[in-house]
Nanobody, 122 residues
Framework: QVQLVESGGGLVQAGGSLRLSCAAS??????MGWFRQASGKEREFVAA????????TYADSVKGRFTISRDNAKNTVYLQMNSLKHEDTAVYYC?????????????????WGQGTQVTVSS
């Protein structure tokens, strides 16, 4: 078992930046991902990183704007979000996959955080 706690969400203007953090309760060799869910919409994949950090993948909608990274010494994964758009407004969730890879499918993830709200004003 592992607990995940997100932080760093908030309200920003379009074009601004935020960095989300996801702290795990222990060291893992899990792949880590970020998902988001806007009001009234399905949860969607945002970004993922393999357990060692050597492989990353992104949704087309965030490529070039968002960067996922991890610091295993701190048991923490980050999502740097730049050039934010109103369409990025959502609850952002951190997730961990025991398979260890950079996974795009939510069904591959075993543990989830509680979510943190990101609101981008237009």
């Amino acid at each position: 078992q592992v607990q995940l706690v997100e932080s760093g969400g908030g309200l920003v203007q379009a074009g601004g930046s935020l960095r989300l953090s996801c702290a795990a309760s222990r060291r893992t060799f899990y792949g880590m991902g970020w998902f988001r869910q806007a009001s009234g919409k399905e949860r969607e994949f945002v970004a993922a990183i393999s357990w060692g950090g050597g492989s990353t993948t992104y949704a087309d909608s965030v490529k070039g704007r968002f960067t996922i990274s991890r610091d295993n010494a701190k048991n923490t994964v980050y999502l740097q979000m730049n050039s934010l758009k109103h369409e990025d407004t959502a609850v952002y969730y951190c997730a961990a996959a025991r398979s260890g890879g950079a996974q795009k499918n939510s069904s591959e993830y075993d543990y989830w955080g509680q979510g943190t709200q990101v609101t981008v004003s237009s």
